[in-house]
């Protein structure tokens, strides 16, 4: 089990996908606002100030966005490390149970006692 959630976890912490998506969205966001602002700068009226200022914080919160997927990576990372050391705990405890007999050979019979 601890290895199978160090694995998830260190995918996760390799996947990039939202910090992409966040980039992209960021660059759509920051256009839109920017078209807008000339729109109402060319034509009076066109687009109203307070349009004008939900895209500007609309493209703020995509730029935010990016931040937030970075740092969420970030932290995959340290949850992949700390499953890490989960399985190595594991391991060590599974090791300290494991019984082994000083020589090679079957079992035949358990006597009850």
């Known amino acids: 089990m601890a290895s199978l959630e160090h694995r998830y976890a260190a995918e996760k912490a390799l996947n990039d996908v939202?910090?992409?998506?966040?980039?992209?969205?960021?660059k759509f966001a920051e256009a839109e606002?920017?078209?807008?602002?000339?729109?109402?700068?060319?034509?009076?009226?066109?687009?109203?100030?307070?349009?004008?200022?939900?895209?500007?914080?609309?493209?703020?919160?995509?730029?935010?966005?990016?931040?937030?997927?970075?740092?969420?990576?970030?932290?995959?990372?340290?949850?992949?490390?700390?499953k890490e050391a989960e399985v190595e705990a594991a391991d060590v405890a599974i090791a300290r149970r494991l019984v082994k007999a000083p020589i090679d050979g079957l079992v035949a019979q358990i006597n009850a006692q």
């Open 33 to 82: 606002y920017l078209k807008n602002k000339d729109a109402a700068r060319i034509v009076k009226g066109a687009v109203t100030d307070i349009d004008i200022e939900r895209l500007n914080l609309a493209w703020q919160k995509e730029v935010l966005a990016i931040e937030q997927a970075k740092k969420d990576r970030l932290l995959s990372g340290c949850n992949a490390e700390a």
């Open 18 to 26: 939202d910090v992409r998506y966040s980039q992209i969205a960021a």
